[in-house]
């Protein structure tokens, strides 16, 4: 499911909360836990996230409630993300991983029988 994130230079905390379903607690509680979400704030103290800011809630929330990972998970991911260190998703579903890893060990197998029959 994608949220529409509507043009804006700044959005206020009741906005973010309305795009991205997180009560305003939640959100807040974010900015103390993760480091990259540091919405700024206006001279009353208002917060004011840019567009940015929207779409790494969004994407807290998909790892938080859509992944299951917890926050250090969610962290690690992000951190990892914001460096380019993801590692890449193969796509593999279990079954085609059990497969590709039945056909390695034959193949390996079959190595060692070679090397070990040349060394006699």
């Known amino acids: ?3 529409v994130i509507p043009d804006k ?8 909360e309305t795009i991205t379903d997180i009560p305003a ?5 974010w900015e103390s836990e993760f480091k990259l979400l540091r919405p700024k704030k206006n001279p009353a103290g208002q917060r004011l996230y ?3 800011d929207v ?11 859509e ?6 998970g969610a962290k690690k991911r992000l951190l ?7 590692q890449m998703d193969l796509g593999l579903k279990a079954t085609a991983l059990a497969e590709t890893l039945r ?11 070679r090397l070990a029959h040349d060394a006699k």
């Open 50 to 52: 840019r567009k940015r």
């Open 80 to 86: 990892a993300e914001s460096r380019g260190t993801v």
């Open 67 to 72: 992944e299951r990972l917890t926050l250090e």
């Open 9 to 16: 230079l700044f959005y206020r905390i009741g906005e973010v």
């Open 25 to 29: 607690y939640v959100l807040r509680y």
């Open 55 to 65: 779409e790494l809630v969004l994407r807290i929330k998909g790892l938080l409630y």
């Open 103 to 113: 056909r390695l060990r034959t193949r390996l197998r079959a190595v060692r029988e």
């Open 1 to 3: 499911m994608t949220q």
